[in-house]
Each structure stands twice: as structure tokens, then as C-alpha cells.
């Protein structure tokens, strides 16, 4: 462990911090702190980590330790692959290629690129561009590995060209296609999902982030699906899966004249299969599980995510969802009757949407009323009892979230290919599943805010060629797929659906000098929207002259000139009231001449869809997609590890105004939330709440604006700064009324939290403010103190 | 009937009658801890189990099992005095109510513990033995036992002078003291592994018995000012003076144990910087006696504001999400 000579460990620590061309007093400091910490005297792989422990636990005192700690990190990467904290990419990146492809860690196709041509190319200034976030999250999971030492072979610029390269395959001319894709991918204007950047130029090139699928009601196949479950989320896909079909507790199972353990215990099952999966240490295996609200056992899984009870009745590991139908929500608003049936006898359910759904749920109403249906295979709950336990459920646990059937399915571009049975893993992806046929959807995210012109305004036209361009790279994906599962090929290639979606919404708003809670920022939404989807549709236009529409283009609302924008009369008709959306568009767009084209043909079976991006934003560097800065100095806490962030806005207003050194400490005692910090002027403040502090009905507006031109859907969080279910239930009602196809995590503020170690706020004078909260509510009744205690001690 | 006789009523043997509350202070305390409830079996260990065998060197395995060797068993003392020292003499219904709440959640951080040791391949024996066989383990628990005793003598009377003093000082000596220093040099020894992205699910424990112990910790010390009050002829200078010894005691035993612990450094942390850390939360501790600060040391581990401090948003499939709380008003 001790290194024995222990000058040399110093001058290793001194040479590495010349290297990384950090202001010398910032230097000076961190040799210092590395003397303290001894960590001179450790072997010098350790006492390289050590320094960037020192830059890292300053990040929060001031972000300048954030610049400190990435360059340290990128000497660090740079020398483990290249030996070299300037390495020639002209003589390395060939000889990488080639040793990689020999190690069994690239695709042997690499080697037909010109790649003297390509290393010439590469720009390691880029470097510079990635955040320490965004290196740590490289680093530890995304660059290649030797498949024997584990050690890391590429730099991120490397990587970049590698996922180029492994998007150019088919090109005719791939040199071309991959410099675009590159130049693209490292100013990081846009970044493909996560299982492309892991997986794109290696030899396992599973590019695909979701796949969708349905489970049947047979002991086959549930076992046939785990099966299928298990190698998709071995290759890195997420997967959701509607569980709705499996029959009930307690009903017939003729093959052994028994009875049915019902849905419960196969989840279960299904949650171990998918904690057991880790993705070589890269990502978690994940599946959600989505079922409809009529099902016979519903309470049940309510309760799957809760810490006590029968662990066999639980799933710690399996995300679950409600895919609700209008029927239930109009339900909820008349306080009326909601049935519960066994899919056994109300199986037919699960494919019916809209009107036709209405009228055969009320037919099995009608017949359970009469007697015609066993008396175990249904039951009777008020509509409204059953939504409180939901929102109970999903503010306690998180889960289930809440996503809608019914304006998912009518405002489906591909209605004549099947029903929407489920969403995927992050509620953005609306695709037909069918027990043939396993969705599959690519995704990749546009950066606005590398975008922005030096005069602040977007620079659309450069907007408008990276959409060109990455939309083309998903069409290349669902080529190079190495799918797992042959149903899954089948889909794919039949409906070639692309996802393209965003992210810096939030950062972008700040730097415009609005927050969520300006009417504005919906107005902004709205209009960044269209643009973004009138040229990811152009873009597929393009594609289907170039290389034909999507198999089965014919009878898609496409092929009868219809727009995403023109289905949300679909869903008003259907409900028979209005969807309250702004319909206004931008006027600067030319969607007549584009719907002729539309009704001629379009590569992609779908276009867009907004994903969470909460990983590849973070290496981008900006706010993940159009999620609101959780607070303005936060930690993120992923599988790489704990990470400092501070809204970098706010920052460098504070900076501006050299209010910045009086104020951190502040921020720390405050959690990040400005609004009682006295210094900082009122029309700060304003611009900065914390997502707790954003109405939700201003999250709403701007996802309803969004979702307006999103022909899939938009993975929406929602943040509650109170405990109060009665603020949650107007809250997702208005969600379902502006017709959003789903929602995603809630989050609650926790009332009490540890004692702060840094910041010395719980002195004896200074109560707790939990405390105060619960002393006020007790004087004001003492009496009735237990009315209103929560229902645990009851 | 209810009297209104503050912490020690006559009869201990009266059922509890909570309204009207005399100190809403614990009653709030109460219900925080509900909404805290968790299960040991909520945190994922197999992550961990794969740091152990590929990425902590055998000083640093040998640091965690005496922590584990620490904390399993001083966890159950406090049960013990809780239940024992205290209940038998606090017997205003809202403060019994939370003692009994308090010894059930150190219960649980036993078996917290127990879950751990019991999925990593630590040496058990030598865990299960560190109580008498690591002699700056024995010395902290030796401590903290003799202030159990203290009270456990025939003979106290909570009405002398005496009885009150020795009240106080096991007051002091187990929140103060044992759940508000030897715990957070604990913690802060277990998260500086999670600063290199190691032992997290061990960690996410310690997430949840730190909330568990700062709700602890504000109790007692609401406990000891309410005591304080209501026997003002305690706070005498010679009583604070015995108070500050005592502190100045535990903090040279968590010294002493913490240079056991770390005889060499390890990658982040040692023995030197932890003690820095020691003697600040000492310091603070202090003040919130309202005897004075003792070091005048700054914190050391500043990073600790980015493990405990700062509000943490999880990417919700790369790990645990500890914030959401159960309990909700009725409608």
C-alpha cells in the first residue's frame, strides 16, 4: 500500500498538477491538501485518485474545482489509453481500431474505414467541452474496455468517432457519414442514447434503448416472455411490459383443474429476473410493468414497491405503472362506480381504446350487474377511493406512475398497425406490441443550448441540420440492430420507429432569463417544439426518398396526410370534451407543403419522443430533457458515484453581481433554494425556484404545449412541495384533461432531513423547522391533534 | 387524572393519557419518526459484496469490520438505557411514547447491522467478538455502560440533587455523546468510502440510520433543555465543568479508536483528519449544551456537505431513492 519513496510520490503529485494548467494558486492548494492527506505516500495510481477526491470535495464550495477536477480526470483517462497527455490521434487512433477489433472489444467493420482520414479529424479540444460529471459517467462505464485486464482503451474522443463510425456502417460513403456524425456527436449538439454510445462500433451493437412487449395469459407464455426479458435487458435495453392479461387470483386453471396464484407472484418472479441482470456493471437491468386500473388486482399492485410486508408480495426492483383509460378518469371527476374484473372474462379489454373500450367495459358492467359473470371475477369500488390509494401509493413509494391509454392510442401515427399496450421504461415511447411483435424504439437528444448563437437566439438552421443528421443515425440503427430477440427485428423493421427528443430546455429557459413559472416558458416549449418536429419529420420525408418509406407506411395517419398536431381532436372527439391546448403555431413553418410530402411517403413509422436523457445530459453537460433543475446546488447520485451540481446560471449572475462568496454557504444551509437568501435581489430570486417551487400546473402547461407536436410522448416528472393528496389529485387530473400520454416519478420534498455536517444550523436556540411546523398544528386544536395525525397509527 | 408534574410524574405505573400534550416538541418528534421507517432489507448489498472481493485492500476491510464490530452492539446499549435508565423515570406520555419509538428504531439498526454482517464475507467471529477483544471498542462501550449503571443503582433518588446530576449526565452521555459524536465519526468513517463509489449499499443504511440519529440527537437535546427547565438548580458551573469532561473524555476514547482503526492511511482519510472531525462535532455539541466550544477546529471533511448536506436527486435506476416518507394526513 505504502509507496517507499516518498520524494518521488511528491513529485508525481507536482508533475500531474502542472500538467492539468490549473491556476497555480488552485494548485498550490490542492498540493497542499494532497501533503495532508498524506497522499504522497501511497502508490502513485492511488494517490492520483486521491487529488481528485481533494478537487472534487471543493465543488460545492466553488465550482472553479469543477474545471480542476475534469482536467485531472482527463490527464488521468488520457494517459491510461494513450500514455500520452497529448496523444498524436493520427498514429494512435489507427492503431487503436486495430488493436481493438484484434482484443475482440470493436466490430472487425471498423477496419474497412479509411481511418487515417478519420483520425485526422479528430479534435481533442473537444475534451475541453465535457463537464466532470460527464467524464466520471465516461470513464467509469461508457468507454471501451479490454474484455480481459478491464482496462480502459479509449479517450472520449475516440469514443465519439467509435459511435460515429459503428452509425456510418451501411453508409455508401461512411467516411463522410461518420466525420458528420462525429463533428455532431463532439460538440455534443447532439448525443445518441446510452446503449448506442456503450454498445455502437463493438461487436454486441445492441443500439436500441427500449423494447415494449406484452405478457399472455399462459404459464408459456409468461416463462417465454421472462426469457426474452432477460436477453433484451442483458444488452442494455430497457424494457415495459403490460401485465394485464395475467388472470386474477383465485380463477380456473383448467391444464390441473386448480387454482390461479394469480398476477402478484409473477411479478415477483419478473422482479428477480431483472435484479439478477446488471449489464456487466454498466447499468442496471430495468423493466416496467404496466397494467390497466380494471384489473381484478389492482390494490395488489399498488403495494408492490412498499418496504414492509410479504417480501413474495413485493418488487423492489421492478418499476411499476397504471395505463389508464379515460373511462376511469371520467370516472374519478363524476365520484362514480368503478369495476374491477379478472382479464379471464374481461381479457378482451386490454386491446379496445376510446369509444370502443366505453362500450365494451360498460357491456361486462352491465353483465356482472346482472349475474352473467362469476361473482369472483369482478367486484365494485368507488372510482374515486381507488385514485386516492394511487396517489398514496405513488407518494409514498414512488410508483406507480401514472400513464394514459386512451390519448396515447388516438393520437398513435400508427393506429392501423396494432394497439399501444404499454409505454416503455421511461413513459415516452407509444408503440404497438403484439404477441408477434416486440417494439423496439431508438433514441437519440438534441442539446439546445449548444445551439445558441453568440447573441443568445437559437441558431436555427444549424438546429434544423443536426435533427437532419441524428434522425438519420436512428434510421441507421434500426439496420445495424443486433436484436436479441427475432420479434423484436420483426417490429422494428416493420414500423422503423426513431425517437428523437432534447435536453437544456431548463438551462436554456435560465439563460433566456425565465424560469418554469413564466407563462413564457410554455409559449417557448411550444414553438421549439414545432421547429424540432416539423424538421424531424422533414428529415424522415427526406429519408423515404432516399430509401423508401417504412414497410408499412400504407394506412398510417401519415399515409392519409395527417400530422401529430391533428390527433388531438382525435382524443376530444373521443372524450367528448375539449382538450384544454393552445393550438396557435409558430406561421414561419411550412406544414401544408409538408403535409403533401408527409402523404407521399416517411422513413419512420414515428419521429419523436421526449426521453428523460438522465445520463447523457449529464455528460453533455446541461439540464436533462425538459426537467427543471432539481435545485440550484444539489447532488446527483448515480451509479458513478455522488455529483456536485449547481444551477450555472445562477452562478454566474452571482458572480456578475460579486455577491458569490457571501452567498454559498447560504446556499448550502438552504438546500439550494434562493428564496429567502436576502442578498440576492428579488428579481434573482425569481428566476430561480427549485423544481418543488415550479407549479406543477406550469410543468403541465409547458409539457401539454410540447406534447401537442410529439407524435410519441414526453417523460414527464412532477415535483410536490407539500404532503397533501388533495394538491395531487387536482394535479393529475389536469395532467389527464390537457392530454398528456404519461407522467413519470414524483417527487416529494422530505419534510425532515439529516443534521447538516458542514453548516451549523440545529443550534440550541434554532428549532428544527419540522418541529415548529407540527408545535403550530398542534396549538391551533390540540384536540383533534389525531384527526389529523396520518393514517399509520390509526 | 393527567398531572402536570413535567417529566417524572409520581406513579410510573399510570397509563398513558397524551392529551392534552405538555411538550408537542416530542410528539412531533414522534411523528417525524414514523414517516422515517424503513427495513435494513431495502438496501441492496450485492454491489458491495463485489467491492469487498475486488476493490478494498485488507487495511480497509479490516477498518470495516471493526465498524461493524462497533456499531452492532452500541447500537443494542442504547435499547438498553432507553428502556432501563430512562423509561422507568421519564413518564410524561408524549416522551415515553418517543423513548419506546427511539429503542424500536435502535433495534432495527441492530439488525441492520446484523444484515450486513451477515451478507458480507467479513470475518464474523472477529466482528462479533470486537466488543471485548479491540480494546478502543471495549473502552467507548465500557464508557457508555457505566452510565447505564449509574442509574441502575439501588437506591437512586431523582429527587436529591444527586440523582438529578447523575440523570443529567446519562442524558448527555447517551445522546450527546454516544449518538451525536461516536455515531457521526462512524458515519463519516463509512461515507468516506462512498466518496470513491464504494460500499454504497452499506451506505444507503447509514443514509437512513443518520436521519434515524439526528432525530435521536434533536430529541435529546430538547429532552436535556425541558430537563434543564424544570430543575434549574442543576445548572450549576460545577455540573456544566462535569459535563464538559465528560465530553473532553469520550472524545480522547474516539481518538484513541479512531487511530485503531486507522493505523495507516487509506485512499481519502486518515486517522488525523477523522480526530479533526471528532473534535468539531464535539465542539458543536458543546455550544448546543450551551457549555462553549472546546477546539475552535474547523471541519476537516468538508466533503461531508456533499454526503449528507445537500439535497440529493437519485437517477432512479442507478440507485436508491432514501427520500420518499410514508405516512400522509387523512383526508
Redesign the interface.
Known sequence: ??AQGVSHGEALLRRWLRMTELPEPLQVQLLAEAQ???LD??EPF?AI??LL?IA??????DPSWERAAAALLRQRILLETTGSEDPDYISWFPQYIRTGVEKGALHPDLLRFDLERLARAIDPQRDALLPYIGLATLY?RYLVRDPESRQVLEPPQAMWMRVAMGLALAEADREAWALRFYERISTLRYLPSTPTLFNSGTPHHQLASCYVYEVHDSLDHILDAASAFGMLAKYAG?IGASVTRIRAVGAPVRGINGRSGGLIPFLHFYDALI?SINQG?R??G?MAAYLEPWHLEVEAFLDLRR??GD?YQRT?SL?TALWIPDVFMERVLADGDWYLFDPLVAGDLVDRYGEDFRRCYEDYIEQAERGQLPRRAWRKVRARELY?KIL?AL????HPWITFKDSANLRSMLRHAGVIHSLN?CTEVALPTNRDEIAVCNLASVNLVRHLRPDGRLDEAELARTVEIALRGLDNAIDLNLYPDERARRSNLLNRPAGLGLMGFAELMARWGLSFNDPEAAEHADRILEFLSYHAIRASVALARERGPFPRFDGSEWSNGRLPLDTLADVERARGRPVPVDRSCRGDLDWEGLREEVRRGIRNGTVMAIAPT??IALIAGTSPSMDPY??N??????????F?EFHPVLVEILRELGLWERVRERL?ES??DVMGIAEIPEPVRRRFPTAFQIRPEALLEITARAQKWVDMGISRNLYFAA????ELEGVYLRAWEMGLKATY?C??M???????????V???AQ??R??E???AE??EG??C?????????? | MRSAQGLFSSNPLEPMRL???RY??A???V??A??????P??A?LQDDV?DWHERL?P?ERHAVEILLGFFNPMESMVTSNLLMALYPYLTAPEIRLYLVRQAWEEANHTMAFEYVIKTLPVDRERVFGMLEDHPAVAAKAAFQRQLTAEILQPGLDLSTPTGRRRFLRNLVGFFVVLEGIFF?SGF?FALSF????LLRGLNTII?WV??D???H??FG??LI?AFLQEHPEVRTEDMMEELREMILEAVSLEENYNRSLLP??I??M?AE?LNGYVRYVAD?RM????IGAQFHSP?P???????????????????R?V?????????
Not at chain 1, 407518494?395 to 414512488?398: C, L, R, S, Y
Not at chain 1, 446546488?633 to 455522488?642: D, E, I, K, M
Not at chain 2, 468538508?302 to 440507485?319: H, S, T
Request: with cysteine.
Open positions: 500500500m505504502i495532508e492527506s498524506m505516500r501511497l492511488q485518485e486521491g477526491l472534487t470535495a471543493h465543488i460545492w464550495e467509469d430497457g435484479h456493471g447499468r442496471r430495468t418496504n414492509a417480501p423492489p418499476d386516492r398514496a407518494m409514498e413509494t414512488g421504461l438522465a445520463t432539481f435545485s446546488l444539489f447532488v446527483r447520485s448515480t451509479l458513478s458515484g455522488r456536485v448550502v438546500q439550494g404532503h397533501s393528496p388533495a416519478y417527487y416529494t422530505p419534510r425532515m432531513r439529516a443534521e447538516p455536517a458542514t453548516v451549523a440545529n443550534k440550541s428549532r428544527p419540522w418541529v411546523a407540527v408545535e398542534l396549538q390540540a384536540a391533534a389525531l384527526n389529523e395525525a396520518c393514517e399509520a397509527c390509526q | 392529551f392534552p400534550l408537542p416538541w410528539y412531533a418528534h411523528q417525524q414514523k414517516r422515517n421507517t424503513w427495513f432489507e431495502e441492496p463485489q485492500s487495511e457521526y463519516a462512498r466518496r470513491r463509489n443514509d443518520l436521519k440519529e439526528s432525530l440527537l434533536s437535546i430538547h433543555q495507516q492511511p485512499l481519502g486518515h483528519l458543536r455550544e448546543e449544551l450551551g471541519n471533511l468538508r466533503w461531508l456537505a456533499i454526503e449528507i448536506d445537500l439535497p440529493e436527486q437519485v437517477n432512479f435506476f442507478e440507485a431513492n427520500n420518499y416518507e410514508i405516512g400522509r394526513p387523512r383526508q
